[in-house]
């Protein structure tokens, strides 16, 4: 079996990938806060996590992967209670904004999806072990967690809280602190504000506790993948290893993946930047949101995106690339009496690709062999050299790596089947007027009529005149 690598933010180094358990991957994902609509730069890290799970499965594991939904945090409360309404109303309408999106970038489901506000008492019993354990204390009806407890605070993030933190201020409820590095795990009740009861009275939970109850409830005190943006490393990733492993004394993930951010004009995209797009955005002006997946994937994950408009369209032109012989595939003939060497290039495709998988997900290199496939079997075709069943070894070949990339099916994305005239060179065009002719002449009426037909499904008009044929797009 190829052996697969990921830098893991944990040490910081490429490490081999061994599972748990053989053949299974637990992977766990830190999700969407449910209080609005997400911008492209949250969907860049549910790709990539989309894409790491496709390729442990095409590199032939089995992947259970767990997603959380915040419906419970700061805005969410404040949105509530401006319009009156529940939490769950409130979050609901966002909640299903959140899977419409997945669904546009065509994002495959993960085997859950728990809400927080859903598993409190789970949470509730977590921060009662770490009070038992002397990991956390009360103050004010709120719990903290004691920094000083854990001698390994840091170990993910590398952060100097010493350095970071001196003399920071500390936020209005969470005056009782007993150091200002300490961080919340309950919060107590504010009037008015939605709460749950636990043994400390009235309160609702901090946003880290809900990663770690939720990932142990369905993963394990242990498992495989912890992933999320870079920006989850400080101070997200490093508190729930510190809860966790403070009651467990175990590790909770083995190894951690952190995407790079999506930026702007060199600028993160983020809600408070008011630089982002939500996917309705770039709907609107006219994008295709199947050359955006296009483009997220062909930037490897631990490298920043620049995300500007020339550069979808850098990726549509490489999307047409593949349509077009995807089209000419379809189109051509399978005449050749020699042997081809189609086979051999399917087989070096799928070693190429699952290759580049292993190294650290290194999605740019995957999509390198598949233009190297495309522009291999484009020759064939074009020198005529396409054999029996070439066709569907082609075809096969390229839909097994979709398995991985999602994109390359145009008809799944709501397109024709088939490239778009305006996507055809005249060359192109011309090739299969001429084949139709050819059929013509040779009074192959079923394939000649199918070939005016595919051509008229791409918008071009064939007309027979005593010069031969002639033809024009629409
Ligand atoms: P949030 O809904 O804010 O909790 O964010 C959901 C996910 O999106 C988190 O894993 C963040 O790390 C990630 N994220 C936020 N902004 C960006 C960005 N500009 N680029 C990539 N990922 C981001
Ligand atoms: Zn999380």
């Not at 409820?173 to 007993?178: A, H, N, S």
């Not at 009037?191 to 990663?211: A, L, M, Q, Y």
């Not at 510190?242 to 993930?253: C, K, M, N, Y």
């Not at 090739?431 to 002719?437: C, G, K, N, Q, S």
Request: hydrophobic letters at 40%.
């Amino acid at each position: 079996m190829t052996e697969i690598r990921f830098w893991n933010t944990m040490g910081r180094a490429l490490e081999t990938f061994e599972p748990l358990e053989p053949g299974r991957v637990r992977v766990y994902t830190c999700g969407p806060t449910v209080y609005g609509e997400a911008h492209l730069g949250n969907m860049r890290t549910f790709l990539f996590e989309d894409v790491l799970c496709r390729a442990l499965e095409y590199l032939g594991f089995g992947v259970e992967q767990v997603m959380n939904l915040t419906d419970v945090e700061d805005k969410i409360i404040a949105g509530a209670v401006a319009r009156g309404v529940t939490l769950r109303e409130f979050t609901t309408p966002h909640e299903a904004a959140f899977f419409r999106d997945l669904d546009r970038l065509h994002i495959r489901r993960a085997a859950r999806y728990p809400r927080a506000t859903e598993h409190v008492p789970e949470m509730v019993d977590l921060i009662a072990r770490l009070i038992e354990s002397g990991h956390a204390y009360q103050a004010d009806g709120s719990i903290f967690f004691r920094i000083e407890s854990d001698a390994d605070y840091g170990r993910l993030s590398g952060v100097d809280l010493a350095a970071a933190r001196r003399g920071e201020r500390v936020a209005d409820d969470e005056y009782g602190k007993e150091d200002v590095r300490d961080f919340v795990l309950w919060k107590a009740a504010k009037e008015d504000e939605p709460s749950w009861d636990s043994p400390w009275g009235p309160g609702r939970p901090g946003w880290h506790i809900e990663c770690s109850a939720m990932s142990m409830q369905y993963l394990g005190e242990t498992f495989d993948l912890h992933c999320g943006g870079v920006d989850n490393i400080f101070p997200h990733h490093e508190n729930e290893i510190a809860q966790s492993e403070s009651v467990t004394g175990r590790p909770l993930a083995r190894y951690w993946l952190h995407s790079e951010h999506l930026l702007v004009d060199g600028r993160k995209m983020s809600k408070s930047l008011g630089n982002q797009y939500t996917l309705d955005d770039l709907i609107e002006r006219g994008l295709d949101l199947r050359a955006v997946r296009y483009l997220l994937l062909s930037v490897h994950y631990r490298q920043k995106v620049n995300f500007t408009f020339a550069s979808v369209e850098g990726a549509a032109a490489a999307l047409r690339r593949i349509d077009d012989l995807r089209f000419r595939l379809d189109h051509a003939r399978e005449r050749s009496v020699e042997r081809s060497d189609l086979r051999g290039q399917a087989a070096r495709l799928a070693e190429e690709f699952g290759a580049a998988l292993a190294d650290d997900l290194n999605t740019s290199a995957a999509l390198a062999a598949l233009h190297r496939f495309v522009r291999d079997v484009n020759v064939t075709v074009e020198e005529d050299r396409l054999g029996p069943g070439d066709r569907e070894v082609a075809r096969s070949a390229l839909c097994e790596i979709d398995g991985v990339l999602g994109v390359l099916h145009r008809e799944e994305w709501g397109g024709a089947a088939l490239a778009p005239s305006a996507g055809l060179g005249e060359s192109e065009i011309e090739t299969l007027v001429a084949e139709r002719e050819a059929a013509r002449q040779a009074r192959d009426f079923a394939r000649s009529d199918a070939l005016r037909e595919r051509l008229r499904e791409v918008g071009v008009q064939v007309e027979d005149t005593a010069a031969g044929p002639r033809w024009r797009r629409e």
